[in-house]
């Protein structure tokens, strides 16, 4: 195949070495990582060199041009019907377009050839797989890829697979020993995302009211990953629902330690809290211990809310201010201020901060972006929706979590 590949190159004159290998590295990502010497039980060579609608085929590719590609890998397996990196070419080329139907049924066809290379086999079954997962069958598509990796228990991308599966059927036990597995096989940390699926596996158990063990799941993902974030605030509404405040405000207080940056995930936990026990007290000098260490605009405007509280509205207007020094698109900020500002009957003070309203209107100040592939999500989430990616959603201007260091 490869001395086939390098024919074609030589006929399209003297290109330079770094096309070359841009070739061959893009045909290898088409035909599923299948550029290698392929042996049949008849020694005949898979693609004939006088192929040319195959390479022309490839050619159309290089070029982004999917349609004229399928077109020319269409007469290839006319021409020889035997051309087993044609089909899966074009099998990947219709799981790409969306047409499913007839990806599945050319992996179906190279499946059930005789005497097919064992490996080659197992490879168009995997593929089967990801036609079932593009389709949305998932249960196939799991059926299909457990079959594979029976025959490849070390194969990691195949693990990746199945593990992604378990994640949109939300069957995170399962989804928590397929990454076991992984870890095993696959150097780095894992220890992060194994703690996420703990937690949500004890979310559904505190949904069900197995709370001992819902807090056993949240505790042994603290133990997995000390900078889980989500457990320690799942575990503090668990104690919490069960009326034990200090314990409660113990795990809350823990994410302020841990990340900074999340700490406005646990200020109205916290209030709440206090407010069950009558003091408040200890809520402003959280606060105020947060705005010292942890100088965010954020911070600054919960301070704010608390003094309004106690009466001390010099106090709330400084901390609106330290809070727009900060960030002067914080709308909450400068709503709030402007609210104070009203209630002492102060309309010029009000009038003069116009001006910078206006410059700063609809400018949401808690937008998130995941720093692997630049997702903006209108909530904070631990696993980014568009790349999969656990811990690497934070708050924009804001460092990357970095919850898995």
């Known amino acids: 195949m490869l001395e086939s590949v390098w024919q074609w190159f030589l006929e399209l004159g003297g290109q330079q070495g770094l096309l070359f290998s841009i070739i061959a590295l893009m045909i290898g990502l088409v035909l599923g990582s299948w550029i290698r010497p392929l042996k049949r039980e008849t020694g005949k060579a898979i693609v004939s060199k006088g192929d040319k609608s195959f390479f022309k085929g490839i050619q159309y590719l290089l070029s982004n041009d999917h349609d004229q590609a399928i077109e020319e890998f269409t007469k290839s397996v006319r021409v020889n019907s035997d051309t087993i990196e044609t089909y899966v070419a074009l099998g990947n080329l219709y799981r790409s377009k969306g047409d499913i139907d007839r990806a599945i049924r050319i992996r179906q066809n190279i499946i059930l050839r005789p005497n097919i290379d064992e490996q080659i086999k197992i490879r168009a079954i995997f593929d089967l797989g990801k036609d079932y997962r593009k389709g949305g069958f998932l249960n196939r598509a799991l059926r299909t890829f457990l079959e594979v990796a029976e025959q490849s228990p070390a194969n990691v991308e195949i693990l990746k697979e ?12 399962n989804a928590y020993e397929t990454r076991q597995k992984i870890a095993r096989l696959d150097k780095g940390d894992h220890q992060h995302i194994l703690a996420h699926y703990l937690v949500e596996t004890g979310k559904i158990c505190q949904e069900k009211g197995d709370l001992s063990r819902a807090r056993s799941l949240f505790s042994k993902a603290i133990s997995t990953h000390k900078r889980c974030v989500d457990a320690y605030l799942h575990l503090g509404d668990l104690y919490f629902a069960k009326q034990e405040y200090k314990k409660a405000i113990a795990a809350w207080k823990k994410v302020v330690e841990i990340i900074p940056q999340f700490t406005f995930l646990a200020y109205r936990r916290l209030e709440g809290a206090y407010s069950q026990m009558k003091n408040l007290g200890p809520v402003g000098i959280f606060l105020k211990e947060c705005a010292r260490s942890n100088s965010d605009a954020f911070t600054h405007m919960a301070l704010a809310r608390y003094l309004y509280n106690e009466n001390d509205v010099e106090g709330a207007l400084r901390e609106t201010e330290s809070a727009l020094a900060l960030d002067p698109s914080f709308w909450e900020a400068r709503k709030f201020k402007g609210e104070i500002l009203l209630s002492q009957g102060r309309e010029k003070d009000v009038v003069t901060d116009y001006g910078e309203i206006m410059e700063h209107l609809n400018m949401p100040y808690l937008r998130f972006r ?18 999969n990616r656990w811990d690497t959603i934070g708050l924009i201007d804001s460092p990357a979590p970095l919850l898995n260091k």
């Open 370 to 387: 995941c720093s692997q592939c630049g997702f903006e999500p209108s909530e904070l989430q631990w696993e980014c929706p568009q790349c």
């Open 162 to 173: 199945i593990e992604r599966i378990y994640e949109e059927l939300r069957d995170w036990e």
